[in-house]
C-alpha cells in the first residue's frame, strides 16, 4: 500500500473518530491516537514529495513545513497551525495528561481540515 492510500485511510479513520460522541470514553484517547499516526504520515508523505517531485531533501518534520511553506504547498495564514500540530504530536507521543488530551482534542478538530486540505491539494497537483 502506497504512503498516499495509507494517508488517505488514515484521514478517514481520523474523521469517524471525530465523529465520536465525547460521552464515549474513548473518544478523546482514540482521537488523539488516530492524529498522531495520521500527522506522522502526513509529514511523511510530503516529504517522499519533497525529494521525489522537487529534488529537495528534508530530514525531521520542522523541516519538511519549512519546505512546504516555501513552496507554497501552506498557505503562509496556515503556517501557525502547522507548527502547531507538531508541538501537539510530539507533547501526545511522549506524555498523557487529561487535560493536555483534551486541549488537543479540541484543537483536532481544527487540524484535520487542515491535512486533508493538504492531501487533496498534493494529490490533485503531482497525480492531476
Not at 22 to 29: A, C, E, F, V, Y
Not at 72 to 78: A, F, R, V
Not at 99 to 128: C, T, V, W
Request: glycine share 2%; net charge negative.
Amino acid at each position: 500500500m502506497s504512503n498516499q492510500s495509507n494517508l488517505s485511510d488514515a484521514l478517514d479513520r481520523l474523521e469517524e473518530a471525530l465523529q465520536e460522541p465525547l460521552s464515549n470514553p474513548l473518544s478523546i484517547d482514540g482521537t488523539t491516537q488516530r492524529f498522531e499516526f495520521t500527522f506522522e504520515l502526513c509529514w511523511k508523505w510530503m516529504k517522499k514529495l519533497l525529494l521525489e517531485k522537487e529534488g529537495v531533501d528534508a530530514a525531521s518534520p520542522k523541516q519538511v513545513l519549512q519546505k512546504a511553506f516555501l513552496l507554497k504547498w501552506i498557505e503562509l495564514d496556515n503556517e501557525k497551525l502547522w507548527l502547531a500540530m507538531l508541538n501537539d504530536r510530539n507533547l501526545t507521543s511522549h506524555t498523557y495528561k487529561k487535560e493536555i488530551a483534551k486541549e488537543i482534542y479540541n484543537s483536532i478538530q481544527l487540524y484535520y481540515p487542515e491535512m486533508r486540505k493538504i492531501f487533496n491539494k498534493l494529490k490533485e497537483h503531482y497525480d492531476g
